[in-house]
């Protein structure tokens, strides 16, 4: 694949990985609390939960690019780590920003919010691949990062931290899987 053909399906891509990350929202549930599905699905309703159903589908569609021939360009994994990194960014600086305003969740401009976090990953993405050059230790810094961030997602539904109200369910005032009624 080509820049040009991976910036072009990243466009395409923006209103099925919106959908796949709103169903992602019910699979906790539809699997009768599958603590394997927990791992991408959403188990509450806490910030990182929705940032973790808006990044695993991110994450997916990277994954088949990269073997699609995402492999031959050099600026592939680091523009796509970038990429994934803007979601937890732009989704709490938005519901946040809009939340000082509004002192209440909306769920329209949640649901708002969660499309527009896709879409600034996706068209973020395409800008950095174009314009990124890498050469080998920028690609194994950006693979670091990678693992971290694939990591924090693995293990921080499980083992959310208690200092932020971004892990905790503003329904139940719990964390993680306890989070969940």
């Known amino acids: 694949m080509t820049i040009e053909q991976i910036t ?4 395409w891509m923006i209103i ?3 959908l796949l990350g709103s169903a992602l929202h019910f699979t ?6 599958n603590k394997s599905v927990a791992i991408i699905s959403a188990v509450n309703e806490s910030y990182w939960e929705h940032i973790k159903i ?3 589908p991110v994450f997916l569609l990277y994954v088949v690019e990269f073997v699609l021939g995402g492999y031959n360009i050099s600026s592939f994994i680091p523009a796509k780590t970038i990429a994934l990194y803007t979601i937890p960014i ?4 938005i519901v946040f920003g809009y939340k000082h305003f509004a002192k209440k969740n909306i769920l329209a401009i949640d649901i708002s ?3 527009i976090t896709i879409a600034i990953s996706q068209v973020a993405c395409s800008l950095l691949m174009r314009q990124l050059s890498a050469d080998f230790i920028t690609i194994i810094i950006s693979l670091c990062f990678l693992v971290f961030i694939i990591i924090a997602f693995l293990v921080s539904t499980r ?3 208690k200092e932020t109200d ?4 503003p329904i139940t005032s719990k964390y993680g899987l306890r989070g969940h009624k």
């Open 8 to 11: 072009a399906l990243d466009y």
């Open 16 to 18: 099925p990985l919106f």
């Open 28 to 33: 906790y549930n539809w699997s009768k609390h």
């Open 54 to 56: 808006a990044f695993w």
């Open 90 to 93: 732009s989704m709490v600086a």
């Open 113 to 115: 919010a969660f499309l």
């Open 159 to 161: 083992h959310s931290p």
């Open 166 to 169: 971004l892990f905790k369910d």
